[in-house]
């Protein structure tokens, strides 16, 4: 039941929201504050009102269900108005998150506290909107104009610490919220109120120079999504225009962006997001239970998974071939570690306590205790059933195991093991422990309880866990090789590697496919083409220049030639060698060069995903279209506002 209840301490009014589970500013809270502060206001004993919330978090979010409802009034921002103009000073306490409305309502409050692990931030631009409740107006006005415009236009919310520091909050507290908060009325209750933060002055107005610089840089950051750009206007408009004409333009492009089709296609991928890991087969299964995780293999992958296991609490056991692969691969795990230190994410002692509770041996004997080992050694499939062998032999007898395999067979894996029930993919994507995406392999014999498990080691690990089945790619993989063989038959039709790589990053991709594969390095899937030379059908059309480079020593960007010539700040430049290389191979072909538009190629290009991506779904290996678009979106860069290439091509 949502309430908004009114209590008194002498002469201190306690405003306290109850809406579980984020107390939602929906209307009947909406309503009951505006009720609480007329009855605050008609009492000559109150001095000072505090607004809190009861449960988790402090107003972390609007009401979903009232989405795409006409609104029902009072809206946000005139219960915000009132908030601002009551007669006796409010104090926001803010605990858990301040959210969207409800880090503008605490903005409407004339003074605001949080407890020290609380966040604070202004969501809206993920979800393709602007704030729609006056923040774009209030916020530069408590805190320097520049701070502003990073929380707004990032989307990410700061920590209380943070917002202290920037002066959007007047203390931090470290014991009880509710005491703390009733100290602070105390102190402020004999003040005058604060004038109403519309009439007060934006902090560190930014100048002509340093106004373009800021839209550059969140330009060059929102990479074609609307919303940024638009909130930077909407800032400005409530500086240089005044407050009153600048909440108008607020209100005026919230209610647009609303309707536009970015935030239509944010609004897929965040709910897309949210319910790709639902299993309605695994209600009631519980999973095993987790300490140990064991990892083979302290490469690029296996690092990785050590260390996302540390962080998320787990105990490591590392295997390695030999001694000095052991030290590399702990040398690995070091240096993310000191990298998640460098940015803040752990402080000393936890990065100390991490590295104590990893091990590495070059004896399987060591995983005797693990509950759960990943697989990730050499890609190759006579490694991979040697040390399936091992883990058969040394491990408990109810441990998953699980492989990191790019494309190989994992029923094939799974076959040769003595529990297949126990065995499962777990494809991470790199860094290991930075990208949030993990594709859950379900072999054909694994059992609900392993499955279970695997979801559940995902959720801690904090990424977005989508199950699929056994195939060739699985399915990003898939889908990028159908792109790839497409944007290769592209080359040898007329474009150029650098052509068809400015038209994906001017669609949204970060970078384009031929700068992706050099970054990766070449040889490997040269190494994979070679295997499967024997079995290709000699009829499908095939393309080589990506055999040619490597034949001619050109790995990618690690020799500084591979589809581009690389400087020695390693910056990509188009090489004439490599135009010249294409060209020829078309001449050979007797095929006719012709021009590509961008907007050709990327139909081509989203062509090729969908056709793919409908064959993923025929064939059961992603559960629906949501899946494949949550793949794309958080594994291979595809713009987040365009909702992913079923959802694309499915308007269209
Ligand atoms: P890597 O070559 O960086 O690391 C492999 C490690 O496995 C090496 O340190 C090697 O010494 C060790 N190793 C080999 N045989 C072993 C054995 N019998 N026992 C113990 N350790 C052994 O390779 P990377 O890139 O980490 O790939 C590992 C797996 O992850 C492969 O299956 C790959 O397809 C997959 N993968 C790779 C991704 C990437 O972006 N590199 C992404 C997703 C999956």
């Known amino acids: 039941m949502s309430t908004v209840s009114l209590s008194t301490e002498n ?47 402090f107003i972390a979010g609007a009401d979903v269900s009232e989405f795409g409802k006409p609104p029902m009034d009072p809206i ?21 998150h301040a959210l969207g409305g409800g880090l503008e309502v605490a903005l409407g409050c004339h003074y605001r506290i949080a407890d020290k692990g609380a966040k ?30 990073t929380m707004i236009t990032g989307g990410k919310p700061v920590s209380a610490n943070r917002a202290n520091e920037i002066g959007l909050l007047d203390a931090v507290c470290h014991g009880d919220l509710r005491d703390a908060a009733l100290d602070f009325a105390r102190t402020v209750m004999d ?17 002509g120079d340093q106004w373009e610089e800021i839209e550059a840089t969140v330009r060059k950051k929102a990479r074609g999504q609307i919303a940024p750009m638009i909130a930077v206007q909407a800032i400005q408009c409530g500086i240089e225009q005044g407050a009153s004409e600048g909440l108008t333009h607020e209100r005026e492009k919230f209610v647009v962006l609303r ?39 302290g490469g690029i992958m ?21 001694d000095d692969a052991c030290e590399r691969g702990i040398a690995n795990v070091r240096h993310h570690l000191g990298g998640s230190l460098k940015r803040g994410l752990i402080d000393q002692t936890k990065h100390d306590h991490l590295l104590g509770d990893l091990i590495s041996s070059t004896d399987y004997a060591a995983l005797a205790n693990c509950d759960l080992v990943i697989e990730a050694v050499f890609e190759d499939m006579s490694v991979k059933h040697d040390v399936f062998g091992k883990l058969s032999q040394h491990c408990k007898s109810d441990a998953v195991l699980a492989s990191n395999t790019s494309y190989l067979d994992i029923n094939d894996i799974a076959a ?28 054909d014999q694994a059992d609900a309880t392993t499955l279970a498990t695997a979801m559940q080691f995902a959720r801690k690990l904090g990424k977005i866990a989508v199950p699929c089945g056994v195939c060739d790619g699985f399915i990003g993989n898939r889908i990028m090789s159908a792109y790839r063989k497409q944007c290769e038959y592209m080359l040898e039709d007329g474009a150029l590697p650098h052509q068809i790589d400015n038209a994906m990053v001017k669609f949204g991709f970060p970078m384009g496919l031929f700068a992706m594969q050099d970054m990766a390095g070449l040889e490997i899937s040269w190494a994979t083409r070679k295997r ?28 500084g030639l591979g589809w581009y010539r690389y400087d020695e700040n390693g910056k990509a430049h188009p090489d004439p060698d490599v135009d010249a290389l294409v060209i020829a191979e078309s001449e050979k072909k007797g095929i006719t060069r012709r021009d590509f538009t961008d907007a050709e190629i990327m139909d081509n290009i989203l062509d090729a995903m969908r056709r793919e991506g409908d064959a993923i779904l025929a064939k059961g290996i992603a559960m629906n279209a949501d899946a494949i678009d949550v793949v794309m979106v958080n594994g291979y860069g595809f713009p987040r506002h365009k909702g992913g290439p079923m959802f694309l091509t499915q308007k269209s």
């Open 416 to 443: 040769q093991c003595a529990h297949p029930e126990r065995v499962i993919g777990l494809h991470f994507f790199s860094p290991a422990h930075v990208m949030k995406l993990l594709e859950v392999v379900r072999t």
């Open 259 to 297: 309707d536009s089709d970015q935030s239509k296609a944010l609004r897929h991928i965040f709910f897309a997001e949210r319910s790709v890991g639902k299993l309605p087969e695994l209600s009631g299964v519980a999973p095993r239970p987790l300490h140990e995780i064991g990892v083979i293999g």
């Open 11 to 57: 002469d201190i009014a306690i405003i306290t929201i109850d809406n579980p589970p984020i107390n939602a500013t929906s209307h009947g809270i909406r309503q009951g504050i505006v009720t609480a502060l007329d009855q605050i206001d008609a009492d000559p004993a109150i001095k000072v009102a505090i607004l809190i919330c009861a449960g988790k978090t």
């Open 532 to 559: 499967l030379a024997p079995f290709r059908d000699p009829s499908e059309r095939y393309v080589a220049l990506g055999d040619y480079l490597c034949e001619m020593d050109r790995f990618g960007k690690k020799n």
């Open 302 to 322: 296996g690092a990785g998974i050590a260390t996302a296991a540390l962080l998320a609490g787990y105990a490591v056991v590392m295997i390695e071939r030999d």
């Open 120 to 149: 604070l931030g202004l969501p809206e631009v993920n979800l393709g909107l602007i704030p729609g409740a006056g923040g774009t107006v209030r916020l530069p006005r408590l805190v320097p104009v520049k701070d502003a415009v």
């Open 76 to 96: 946000l921002p005139d219960v915000i108005k009132r908030l601002e103009t009551t007669l006796k000073p409010v104090i926001a306490a803010i605990h858990g």
């Open 191 to 207: 003040r005058p109120r604060p004038i109403e933060l519309l009439r007060q002055s934006p902090v560190d107005v930014p100048n």
